[in-house]
């Protein structure tokens, strides 16, 4: 029979409560729940608590929120509950100090197949570059971030008309299965552990500012369109409309003969950037190439629209 590892879960927003939960109802024996501290949000300030902690709470897991990993206290306190090994799904960097401490060490679940798309922001990288496929991997810890060896990953296809929202639901309920199946693996004394193969191309996956995310007209529609996709509903691709900031959260590429049979291409040839509307039902930009339709957007102080209701409201000043 098989050893029940003592674990320790860390892990903050809401992609981490699929793999806690699925853990607790496996049966397995989660100890305790390391998670960010509480933080103030909304226009009282309110203090509000990780998901990751609302579900640790609601099930009698024991929480702490250390500012500071390194902190002595709290490795004093993580020595105490003895734990086997940690699990680590969408939670910080941790120091060494506090992967190694666990006698089978610390894996970490990432939204990629490793080794492509190390980095913070997996998820919205792969859709933003027009992948076809991605997945979970978990793998263990090791000093160089997201290069320890792989345990098991599960491939994930990512459909034309999906966004990184999408991808990131499908991802959150595929990976806490896969964190499962780890646990399990680890406790009955066979895994693999495979060492990550450098690809000739590595494809990175920096964490996203909000510069990251203004549209570059002079793209091609598709690279474009691909990069709505991939920043959608989160934090959204943006650029100017009207003189205000313009959050676009859905696109379709328009051909040139779509826009000559609408009379949008009349007149003077428009640059990247520039656009055309009826105000009424359309909204095109120029790209490098041809034409993105806008479909969803949310002009600065408006709420989230899709393009008639927003035209009916707005009138636009075009080229």
């Known amino acids: 029979m098989s050893k029940r590892l003592r674990i320790i879960f860390m892990g903050t927003p809401e992609f981490a409560v699929p793999s806690l939960r699925s853990l607790v109802e496996s049966n397995s024996n989660v100890v305790a729940v390391i998670t960010v501290p509480?933080?103030?949000?909304g226009?009282?300030?309110?203090?509000?608590?990780?998901?990751?902690k609302a579900y640790a709470q609601e099930h009698g897991i024991p929480v702490l929120q250390p500012e500071k990993l390194k902190n002595p206290k709290f490795l004093e306190e993580l020595r105490s509950y003895k734990a086997d090994i940690q699990v680590v799904v969408a939670f910080r960097m941790l120091p060494e100090?506090?992967?190694?401490?666990?006698?089978?060490?610390?894996?970490?679940?990432?939204?990629?197949?490793?080794?492509?798309?190390r980095g913070a922001a997996p998820i919205n990288w792969a859709v933003i570059n027009g992948e076809t496929e991605t997945g979970v991997t978990t793998f263990f810890i090791e000093?160089?971030?997201?290069?320890?060896?792989?345990?098991?990953?599960e491939k994930e296809p990512i459909h034309p008309d999906d966004d990184a929202g999408s991808v990131y639901e499908r991802l959150m309920y595929k990976g806490a299965k896969l964190v499962v199946k780890?646990?399990?693996?680890?406790?009955?004394?066979?895994?693999?552990?495979?060492?990550?193969?450098?690809?000739?191309?590595?494809r990175s996956a920096p964490k996203?500012?909000?510069?990251?995310?203004?549209?570059?007209?002079?793209?091609t529609a598709e690279e474009i369109h691909n990069f709505v996709r991939g920043l959608s509903p989160y934090p959204a691709a943006w650029t100017t409309l009207n003189g205000l900031s313009c959050k676009i959260f859905k696109t379709s590429v328009i051909s040139e003969d779509e826009t000559l049979a609408d009379n949008v291409s009349s007149g003077e040839p428009l640059q990247p950037g520039e656009f055309k509307t009826d105000n009424k039902s359309y909204l095109y930009f120029r790209t490098s190439d041809t034409w993105i339709s806008i479909e969803i957007l949310q002009l600065e102080g408006k709420k989230r629209m899709e393009i008639g209701d927003f035209l009916r409201g707005t009138k636009l000043l075009h080229a």
């Open 143 to 153: 000093k160089e971030i997201d290069t320890g060896k792989i345990i098991y990953k």
């Open 38 to 41: 509480d933080k103030p949000s």
């Open 208 to 219: 996203i500012f909000r510069e990251t995310c203004e549209i570059d007209w002079n793209k």
């Open 97 to 117: 100090v506090v992967w190694s401490m666990p006698t089978h060490g610390t894996f970490n679940l990432h939204g990629s197949l490793l080794p492509q798309y």
């Open 43 to 52: 226009r009282g300030q309110k203090y509000t608590m990780s998901p990751v």
């Open 182 to 202: 780890t646990v399990e693996a680890i406790e009955n004394g066979e895994y693999p552990q495979e060492d990550q193969d450098e690809p000739v191309v590595v």
